[in-house]
C-alpha cells in the first residue's frame, strides 16, 4: 500500500498532471512526496471501522433548479480572455491526426 | 466603522475625501509592505464620487455607502485583474463579479484594490506569492501570515479599513493574529463560494478582516446569505449585528482543549491566552477543561484533502480559455508547458502531491482514509459543544515568523495546527488580538462556536476585546 516513491512515480504523477518538470525539480518532489506519505502513515494507524467519510462539513441538501433558458455572458466577451482565438472559438493546437 | 458611516451622514467627509485618505495611506507604505498586488485608485475614487451623489440625493444603499474596501486577489471583480498571486493568471481581469463582490456593491462599498495571498492561497506567510512577500506592519522583517496576509496587513497597516479574505485552513485567523486585527472564518456555507477561485471547495469559507469586532460583524451581515448560483451555500440565515452587552458572559462556558496548550505552543502566547481566559473568568465565565484528541490528526487530514481538492481544482488551468500559454505542436505538451510556466513551486507542489493522493492505487489509503478522519474530528468537535458554549485556544503556536524562516514545506503546513481543524468540522472560528509579546508582535486568541453560531462567536470576542487588550 505504501509504496517507497521513486524517480517514475514522480515522473508518472506529472503526467498525470499535465505538469513540465525539470530534473531539479522531479528531485525536489520526490523527497516531498516521501515526507508526505510517512505524514500518511500516521493516518493510517487511526482506526475508521465502520466510519462514514465526510465529504462536506455541513450537511445541505441540493436543490435542483428549474430547466430554463437564461441570459449568459455574449460569446465575444467570453472569448475576449482567450490567448489564441479565432472566427469564434478558442483555437488549440492539433488534437486529431490528419487521415492520409 | 460608525465613525466613518457617521461623518458621511452628517457632510463631515465625502467619500471621495475618505477614499484619497486610504489611498495616501497606501501610496505611503506600499513600498515597505506591498500589502496589494492591484490599487484601482481611479476606480475606486469613480465609486465614490457615485456615493457622494447618492447620498447627496438622499438614497444611500446603506450606512456604509462610499466607505471603500480591500478585496483579497483570488475573489473575482469584474474588469479589474485577479491574479490570485499567480503568473498563470497575471493579466486576467474576470468578466463577473464574485457573489460577494456583489454584495459590497449593493451597499455602496468602493473597491480600493485587491490584496496579495500566497499563490491561489495555497501557503501561511504570503512567501509564495509571485509578487513578493506581504512583511508585517509591526516589525518588517516578518511576515504578514497567509494566505490572505496581505488583506490583515492592509487593514493592520490603516490601507483599507477593513477587507476580505478566504480561509481554508486558517488563512484569515493566522494573518489576522499575525497583524494584531480581527478575522472571522465563518460556517462552511454561511457566505458565497461564487466567483472565489478554489483552492479545495468542502474548506474555502470568504470572511470579512477588520480592526474591531463590530466593524468584522459588520461586514460579516453584508455577505451572509444564501446564493443560488452556490449550491454548498446554507439557507437563509440572515445575520444581524448583536447589541453588544457585557453581562452575557457570566455562566458561559468555555472549554479550554488542553492539547493546544502543549508542546511547541510559544510561551508567551500561551501566557496572553491563559490570562485572557482568566479575566473571562473574573466576569463570570466558567471555564471547562475539554479534550479535542483528533486535533492530532488534523494537519495531516488538512493536508491530504487540500492537496486532492487543489489538483482537481487546478486542472482547469490549461491555457486554453484565459491565461499563460506556451505555444506547443500538440494540446497535450501545450498544456504541461503553460502550467509549467504559469505555476509556482507550492503550487506544483500541491498538484503532485494532490495527484498522488488520488490516482487509482493510492485513493483508498490516502484521500478515503482522511475523509473517514475527518468525520471522527468533526464528531469530536460537534461533542464538545454540548459540555460548552464556545472552545478559547491560541489562534497560532507561535506570534509572526521571520521572513526566509521557514524553508521547509511540511514546517509551513504546521501554522495551520490549531485552525484547520474549524475548517474540517465547517465551524465558525474568529481570531481577535490578545495583547502583544515582549518583541510588540501581536498575539492572537481563537474562539470557536458550533455550526451558525457566528453571533454567540461575536459576543465573546467583543468580551475579549474589551477585556484582555
Known amino acids: 500500500m505504501f509504496d517507497l516513491i521513486d524517480r517514475q512515480d514522480v515522473i508518472r504523477m506529472a503526467r498525470l498532471a499535465r505538469l513540465e518538470l525539470s530534473e531539479a525539480e522531479i528531485d525536489q518532489y520526490q523527497q ?16 475508521v471501522s465502520a466510519v462514514e467519510g465526510t465529504s462536506h462539513a455541513v450537511v445541505v441538501t441540493h436543490e435542483l433548479r428549474k430547466d430554463e433558458v437564461a441570459e449568459s455572458l455574449p460569446q465575444d466577451l467570453v472569448l475576449s480572455t482567450g490567448p489564441d482565438v479565432s472566427d469564434g472559438f478558442f483555437r488549440v493546437p492539433r488534437i486529431v491526426e490528419e487521415q492520409e | 466603522m460608525r465613525q466613518l458611516a457617521h461623518m458621511l451622514d452628517t457632510r463631515q467627509a465625502t467619500s471621495r ?63 479589474l485583474k485577479t491574479t490570485c498571486a499567480s503568473r498563470f493568471l497575471e493579466n486576467y481581469r474576470p468578466l463577473f463579479d464574485a457573489t460577494v463582490v456583489d454584495n459590497l456593491r449593493q451597499a455602496g462599498l468602493p473597491i480600493i484594490g485587491k490584496t496579495n495571498l500566497d499563490e491561489f492561497a495555497m501557503g501561511s506567510s504570503t512567501e509564495y506569492s509571485a509578487y513578493g512577500v506581504t512583511r508585517n506592519p509591526h516589525d518588517l522583517s516578518r511576515v504578514s501570515g497567509g494566505s490572505s496576509g496581505g488583506s490583515a496587513a492592509a487593514v493592520a497597516a490603516g490601507e483599507a479599513p477593513w477587507a476580505l479574505g478566504t480561509d481554508t485552513g486558517g488563512s484569515i485567523r493566522q494573518p489576522a493574529s499575525f497583524c494584531g486585527v480581527v478575522g472571522l472564518k465563518p460556517t462552511y456555507g454561511a457566505v458565497s463560494r461564487y466567483g472565489v477561485v478554489a483552492l479545495a471547495p468542502s474548506l474555502d469559507q470568504v470572511g470579512p478582516v477588520a480592526t474591531t469586532v463590530e466593524d468584522t460583524a459588520i461586514l460579516f451581515s453584508l455577505i451572509a446569505g444564501p446564493d443560488r ?30 492539547e493546544f496548550f502543549g508542546e511547541g505552543l510559544d510561551q508567551e502566547v500561551e501566557q496572553a491566552v491563559r490570562k485572557c481566559l482568566a479575566e473571562l473568568e473574573s466576569r463570570g465565565a466558567v471555564l471547562v477543561p475539554i479534550s479535542l484528541a483528533t486535533n ?41 508547458k503553460s502550467r509549467a510556466a504559469g505555476f509556482g513551486s ?23 482514509q482522511a475523509q473517514k478522519v475527518r468525520t471522527l474530528i468533526k464528531r469530536d468537535v460537534l461533542a464538545s459543544f454540548e459540555e460548552v458554549d464556545v472552545v478559547i485556544t491560541p489562534t497560532t503556536p507561535t506570534p509572526a515568523f521571520r521572513i526566509g524562516a521557514k524553508r521547509n514545506p511540511l514546517e509551513m503546513y504546521l501554522s495551520d495546527l490549531f485552525t484547520a481543524m474549524a475548517n474540517l468540522s465547517g465551524i465558525p472560528a474568529i481570531s481577535v488580538p490578545c495583547g502583544k509579546d515582549s518583541k510588540g ?22 468580551m475579549v476585546e474589551r477585556g484582555c487588550l
Open chain 2, 296 to 336: 492530532e490528526y488534523a494537519i495531516d487530514t488538512y493536508l491530504t484533502l487540500v492537496t486532492a481538492e487543489a489538483s482537481s481544482c487546478l486542472a482547469r488551468y490549461d491555457g486554453v480559455r484565459y491565461g499563460t500559454r506556451v505555444a506547443a505542436a500538440d494540446s497535450n505538451t501545450m498544456f504541461s
Open chain 1, 32 to 47: 516531498d512526496l516521501a515526507g508526505f506519505v510517512s505524514s500518511g502513515r500516521k493516518l493510517q494507524q487511526v482506526d
Open chain 2, 17 to 79: 475625501e475618505i477614499v484619497t485618505r486610504y489611498l495616501e495611506q497606501i501610496a505611503q507604505q506600499e513600498p515597505q509592505l506591498n500589502a496589494f498586488i492591484t490599487v484601482d485608485e481611479d476606480g475606486a475614487l469613480l465609486q465614490a464620487e457615485e456615493a457622494d451623489r447618492r447620498r447627496a440625493e438622499g438614497r444611500a444603499l446603506s450606512p456604509w455607502d462610499g466607505i471603500p474596501i480591500a478585496v483579497k486577489d483570488n475573489i473575482s471583480t469584474a474588469g
Open chain 2, 229 to 258: 448560483r452556490d449550491a454548498s451555500s446554507s439557507e437563509a440565515r440572515p445575520f444581524q449585528v448583536p447589541r453588544w452587552d457585557e453581562q452575557f458572559v457570566t455562566g458561559l462556558k468555555i472549554g479550554v482543549p488542553e
Open chain 2, 346 to 368: 507550492e503550487v506544483k507542489r500541491r498538484i503532485m502531491l494532490g495527484t498522488y493522493v488520488l490516482s487509482a492505487s493510492h485513493y483508498e489509503a490516502y484521500y478515503e
Open chain 2, 441 to 462: 508582535l501581536p498575539l492572537g486568541i481563537q474562539i470557536m462556536a458550533s455550526h451558525f453560531q457566528e453571533e454567540l462567536l461575536f459576543k465573546v470576542a467583543y
